[in-house]
């Protein structure tokens, strides 16, 4: 059985989530999903507009997902190797970043494969929000 992880903040939940997940499943037999806690996102200097609690539960509730937990920390390795993942999905953004380069180096010898898929183009959870802002006058 090929167990998957992927894991983000999942707030202002759009298309471009949905592609991740759903191009995650098809790759592996088990998704385990992290979302990440609204004490992790401060602490990366923003906030969430969306609770926790809720949007475990929206992600909790997509079908590919066979699994959501809590994300309390960025460590992305500990968590593949406690839930067994085989494979560690992310966003193309990421490829080639002096962190991900570190991290691919540290997964491999791990035996975790790190797959990138191509980011939505035009959509982000910063442009939905800006968007907002823009409609209320803010």
Excluded at 5 to 17: E, K, N, P, R, S
Excluded at 45 to 53: C, L, Q
Excluded at 115 to 127: D, L, N, W
Aim: aromatic letters at 12%; hydrophobic letters at 40%.
């Amino acid at each position: 059985m090929i167990i998957g992880y992927t894991a983000g903040v999942y707030d202002l939940f759009h298309i471009g989530h949905l592609n991740l997940l759903k191009n995650a499943k098809g790759m592996c037999d088990r998704l385990v999903v992290g979302v990440t806690v609204d004490e992790l996102v401060t602490y990366k200097g923003k906030r969430a507009v969306i609770p926790f609690e809720d949007r475990l539960e929206i992600v909790r509730s997509i079908k590919y997902v066979d699994a959501a937990i809590p994300q309390y920390d960025m460590d992305k390795l500990a968590a593949c190797k406690k839930l067994g993942a085989t494979v560690m999905f992310v966003g193309d953004d990421w490829y080639a970043t002096e962190k991900w380069q570190d991290y691919e180096k540290a997964f491999e010898a791990e035996g975790i494969r790190i797959v990138y898929f191509p980011y939505t183009k035009g959509i982000s959870s910063t442009q939905i929000s800006k968007a907002l802002s823009a409609l209320r006058n803010e």
